[in-house]
């Protein structure tokens, strides 16, 4: 189910996302649900066990991919959500459940990310319907295209009868299989701060200036990415990036006048984040007066972690426990629809390992006892909160 033969790329609201819905349907319906696609394409289906309370437990995760993808990242958590609703009609007391198949997470067509679960937790914003996509295609004229009605989507939020939502993932890191485990509950999505950094020194000849009249911006530069690694490593948690570097003016015989670096620095606590944010700017304008050069810097994301809730984590690391596994606890590195809906209802994930930690790629994959023990863990957390649902 992909754009692209021979490889797995499915973007939001895309001709293959119709297949995933048709299959999802298929599997929804034969399990007694209730099913129907919201204005923002977002597939959900509602299970309503005969005696149970009006609370119900919200399970899901997203079915778009990036570009070139692996087959567990998003779907992963839809059909294991499935097949906890199977495993509920055979529980004495169920509750009712809703598994929702989130239309877009990656933020691949519109550049804006967590457009279904947006909708979903109620914090919709009508100005992203003005969003193009490479094509000129507008957002609100790819939901028409689809079948669907941009002026309803805020008929998507979730009523008041929800009373949790819970997410399984993937890890899409390598901390679970360095560690032997099998899945994970997860306490928080990190915060991340993304910056501009610029160095400007002085463009010269690169054989006629002596090294000690140069203003070299790129060493000035690197001297302060050495320090962001060393910053990242002396802090628990704490993971910095510079993932791009453009020198100028970009020439073998020319000293670089000007270097400018992205910084992508992330933790679950925000006052860290930000303090490590702090002495990383207070380094490089100290690495700038030594060496001659200036330093100047453009926020453009500050964006605070995520807790999840601790009674609901508590749940699945007392599930874990039951079922023999250590309780794992880690923060995620990477965003989720479920830091979305954490800001509406209850929310919860448990992760599962990711072998050689790759993912976004077709090397991407889970291991079968991996999946089973997800289950398993996810089996006694529903029974649990079904019990409080009365």
Known sequence: MTEEPGRITRGFLTPPVRDVHAYLSERMRALGMEVRVDAVGNLRGVWRPQGAGAGRIVMGSHIDTVPDAGAFDGVLGVTMALELVDAAHAMARPAAMEVIAFSEEEGVRFSGPFLGSRAVAGRWDAALLELQDDEGVTLAAAIRAFGLDPARISEAALDADAVAFVEFHIEQGPALEAEGLSVAAVTAIVGQSRLDVKFSGEANHAGTTPMRLRRDAMTSAAEWMLAVEAAARAEEGLVATVGRVH??????????????????????????????????????????????????????????????????????????????????????????????????????????????????????????????AALRVGQRFVERLAAEIR
């Open 247 to 372: 020198a100028s003016p970009g020439v073998t015989n020319v000293i670089p006048g000007a270097a400018q670096l992205s910084l992508d620095l992330r933790h679950a606590k925000d006052a860290t984040r930000k303090a490590a944010v702090d002495a990383l700017l207070g380094r490089a304008r100290a690495i700038g007066e030594r060496r001659g050069v200036g330093m100047e810097w453009k926020e453009l994301m500050d964006a605070p972690a995520v807790p999840m809730d601790e009674r609901l984590t508590a749940y699945i690391c007392e599930a874990m426990e039951a079922e023999g596994l250590p309780a794992r606890r880690m923060a995620s590195g990477a965003g989720h629809d479920a830091m979305v809906m954490a800001g509406l209802v209850p929310t919860a994930m448990l992760f599962l390992r990711s072998p050689g930690g790759v993912s976004h790629n077709p090397a991407e994959t889970v291991r079968e006892e991996d999946v089973e």
